[in-house]
Structure formats: C-alpha cells, structure tokens
C-alpha cells in the first residue's frame, strides 16, 4: 500500500495535543557514544517489534542525535551496526523533525518509521520542504510577537 504524502503532511501540521509526553532517551548522559547507540537502537527494535509508532520514531530521533555528534569514521562504524533500512530511516527522521524536537513526533498519529523509510525521494524532500517553511513561518510569527509595540499603537493604549 502507497504512503499517503497528504497524511504525512497532516502529522507535521498537527498542533495538539500541546502537552505531549515524551518518552526519555533510554541512554545515562555519562555513557560512552557506543553504548548510547547500542541502549537506542534497541529501544528502537523493541518498539518497532511492539507496533509502538511513538516509540519508534522517537528512539529513531534519538539515534539521529547521536548520529550527528559521530565523526565520518564513527558513523562508517554505527552504520555497520544497523540494518540498512534502521539506517536510512533514522537519517530521514531526524531530518524531518530536527527543527521541532521530540514533541511533534508524539503529535503524529499515520506516521511510522516503515512510512518514513519507504517514502519515494521526492516525497521525503516535499517534507523537507514542508518542516523548513513551517519552521520559518513559526520563526517569524515568534518575532513579530516579540517586537517592540508600534509607536501608533502604544499611543492608542493608555
């Protein structure tokens, strides 16, 4: 069955619910990069294997975190440790959802890391898309919340 593109779309759109609860990393701080991995990547199985969508795409978020600390010759040596399809579709999900963190994904309700995974190139890079000009749209609305008041309007208030 074809990914819906359009219910992908819906997820990264979804504002509610606001409090979300999210699922921690499965990893202490003070771990070595290897062993953060390894707990990670294995939380990521067991949740896929259970059906847990959130689970999954969080731990696969967590694992692209950790990716993107790698050096090149660190990530040849993580990569090797994944299957192909874990890999890939780590890198996809962190990239969609780096610019809102772990809440949206606990938004999403369609999406799952197989999804995600199978999403033909143009598809994912629409998505791309779609985060980066949410995120500026959300960036800029957050600026002119923060401006100073108009000279107009802070006359009109008393």
Do not use: W
Not at 32 to 42: F, P
Not at 88 to 108: D, K, M, P
Request: glycine share 4%.
């Amino acid at each position: 069955m074809p990914v819906d593109i359009n219910l992908l779309i819906n997820d990264l759109l979804t504002l509610h619910p606001t409090n979300v609860t999210l699922l921690l990393t499965p990893y202490n701080a003070l771990d070595a990069v290897e062993t953060k991995m390894e707990t990670t990547y294995q939380s990521l199985v067991r949740s896929s294997r259970a059906g847990h969508h959130i689970g999954g795409l969080t731990y696969t978020y967590y694992l692209g975190e950790l990716i993107e600390q790698l050096t090149p010759a660190q990530r040849t040596l993580q990569r090797a440790k994944m299957t192909k399809h874990y890999y890939a579709a780590t890198i996809r999900v962190y990239n969609i959802f780096e610019l809102f963190g772990v809440e949206q994904i606990c938004r999403t309700s369609y999406m799952n890391l197989s999804k995600i995974a199978t999403l033909l190139h143009h598809n994912y890079q629409q998505l791309i898309q779609i985060a980066l000009t949410l995120k500026a749209m959300t960036s800029a609305e957050e600026e002119s919340i923060n401006e100073p008041m108009d000279e107009n309007f802070a006359a009109l208030t008393p």
